[in-house]
């Protein structure tokens, strides 16, 4: 009895396997390509955490 | 003797393509355009990687539906020709898996997109998914002749998707765009019901050409056609417009008029003489119209950008 040979609905979950790997791993390098753009674009990133944070108040030119 | 047969499961194993056919690529391909012409030549731009998640998710929200649709239309799906080859009707894909596969990708698209871009643009794809189907595939395609006309405004919504996620706002532009596509829907769909006779009968699926009969289907036509053709006309004057899109629009439409009336003025005897020559032209041409239309909003885009107008 020979276990090793490759039926061809190996392939066919092959194929499956990697195309889920690739599509993950697309959907990682989109979501931490969004988090790099969203955290640098200048905009305030800390959130309240409920003590008054004098730096994210607007500044006031007198 | 392999080791297979201690580890099958079913009688068929889908591969990945099996899959991705349920998100019905070539749909996929014309929201994926005019998602990206809403969204550049909105006045406001996005980064660039924001803008490619924002049509990414446009996309992956379409082809949800899409799949949400072959799971729910496998049974009409598997009597008709065109569509018979499709993974859940030809047994390639379980109904279950098509099931699944449609609310997580909507629910993935819906949330990623609120997070890359602004949650109307979310909200108006999760329309956009209720909308085809719920709306368009569960309740409308079974009931009414005017199922053409409604399932159109779900195909319409992703260039005002696209344009939402840039500006966070809906504005006359983005409307427009849509009423392109809404209003292209009906005599595109009708054109071809007119030459493919048999399937959406065979399938018991309400056409304008059965339920109405044939002539109403090319009355219809050429309302529709007529009811059009002003809209990219106004389109080009508003600010995404430019002289491309004005050369455009008033030279496809006065094409597509003169072919709607010439479809108007034919009966079946001289439809069948030449084998639906002049529908099958029609249809053709329709193809190109929403492509070239887009295209030249895209031109003028360019042409601003680049400061030539």
């Given at each position: 009895m020979d276990l090793k040979a490759t039926h061809e609905l190996h392939q066919r979950r092959l194929s499956r396997n990697v195309g889920v790997a690739l599509t993950l791993v697309s959907f990682v390098a989109v979501v931490f390509g969004l988090t790099v753009v969203k955290v640098t674009?200048?905009?305030?990133?800390q959130g309240f955490d409920h003590t008054v944070r004098t730096e994210l108040l607007p500044v006031e030119n007198n | 003797m392999t080791d297979i047969s201690a580890s099958i499961t079913r009688e068929y194993e889908p591969t990945f393509g099996d899959y991705f056919a349920l998100l019905k690529p070539r749909v996929m391909s014309l929201v994926v355009f005019t998602a990206l012409v809403g969204l550049l030549v909105a006045p406001v731009s996005l980064h660039p990687v924001e803008a490619f998640a924002a049509i990414l998710f446009i996309a992956v929200g379409a082809g949800a539906s899409g799949a949400l649709n072959m799971w729910y239309d496998a049974d009409i799906d598997a009597v008709m020709r065109r569509t018979a080859k499709r993974p859940v009707p030809s047994g390639r894909v379980e109904p279950g898996e098509a099931l699944a596969i449609g609310v997580g990708l909507s629910g993935i698209s819906v949330v990623m997109l609120a997070l890359a871009t602004n949650l109307l643009a979310a909200f108006l794809l999760a329309f956009t998914i209720l909308f085809y189907a719920?709306?368009?595939?569960?309740?409308?395609k079974r009931s009414t002749p005017q199922n053409i006309v409604i399932g159109g405004a779900a195909g319409a919504f992703p260039p005002l998707i696209g344009w939402v996620a840039a500006t966070g706002s809906v504005s006359v532009e983005a409307v427009l765009m849509f009423a392109v596509i809404f209003m292209w829907t009906p005599p595109h769909f009708w054109a071809l019901a007119l030459f493919m006779r048999s399937d959406y009968d065979d399938a018991g699926v309400p056409m304008l050409t059965v339920t109405h009969g044939r002539k109403s289907t090319r009355n219809h036509i050429l309302a529709y056609t007529v009811l059009l053709a002003p809209v990219p006309v106004w389109l080009a004057l508003t600010?995404?417009?430019g002289p491309v899109t004005m050369l455009v629009a008033v030279a496809l439409n006065a094409w597509f008029l003169w072919g709607a009336y010439q479809i108007w003025r034919r009966d079946e005897v001289m439809s069948e003489a030449d084998n639906f020559k002049v529908e099958k032209a029609f249809f053709r041409f329709s193809l190109y119209y929403l492509f070239v239309h887009f295209g030249a909003l895209l031109v003028d885009y360019a042409l601003k950008a680049g400061g030539v107008i």
């Amino acid at each position: 009895m020979d276990l090793k040979a490759t039926h061809e609905l190996h392939q066919r979950r092959l194929s499956r396997n990697v195309g889920v790997a690739l599509t993950l791993v697309s959907f990682v390098a989109v979501v931490f390509g969004l988090t790099v753009v969203k955290v640098t674009s200048g905009e305030a990133v800390q959130g309240f955490d409920h003590t008054v944070r004098t730096e994210l108040l607007p500044v006031e030119n007198n | 003797m392999t080791d297979i047969s201690a580890s099958i499961t079913r009688e068929y194993e889908p591969t990945f393509g099996d899959y991705f056919a349920l998100l019905k690529p070539r749909v996929m391909s014309l929201v994926v355009f005019t998602a990206l012409v809403g969204l550049l030549v909105a006045p406001v731009s996005l980064h660039p990687v924001e803008a490619f998640a924002a049509i990414l998710f446009i996309a992956v929200g379409a082809g949800a539906s899409g799949a949400l649709n072959m799971w729910y239309d496998a049974d009409i799906d598997a009597v008709m020709r065109r569509t018979a080859k499709r993974p859940v009707p030809s047994g390639r894909v379980e109904p279950g898996e098509a099931l699944a596969i449609g609310v997580g990708l909507s629910g993935i698209s819906v949330v990623m997109l609120a997070l890359a871009t602004n949650l109307l643009a979310a909200f108006l794809l999760a329309f956009t998914i209720l909308f085809y189907a719920v709306v368009y595939t569960m309740w409308l395609k079974r009931s009414t002749p005017q199922n053409i006309v409604i399932g159109g405004a779900a195909g319409a919504f992703p260039p005002l998707i696209g344009w939402v996620a840039a500006t966070g706002s809906v504005s006359v532009e983005a409307v427009l765009m849509f009423a392109v596509i809404f209003m292209w829907t009906p005599p595109h769909f009708w054109a071809l019901a007119l030459f493919m006779r048999s399937d959406y009968d065979d399938a018991g699926v309400p056409m304008l050409t059965v339920t109405h009969g044939r002539k109403s289907t090319r009355n219809h036509i050429l309302a529709y056609t007529v009811l059009l053709a002003p809209v990219p006309v106004w389109l080009a004057l508003t600010s995404i417009g430019g002289p491309v899109t004005m050369l455009v629009a008033v030279a496809l439409n006065a094409w597509f008029l003169w072919g709607a009336y010439q479809i108007w003025r034919r009966d079946e005897v001289m439809s069948e003489a030449d084998n639906f020559k002049v529908e099958k032209a029609f249809f053709r041409f329709s193809l190109y119209y929403l492509f070239v239309h887009f295209g030249a909003l895209l031109v003028d885009y360019a042409l601003k950008a680049g400061g030539v107008i």
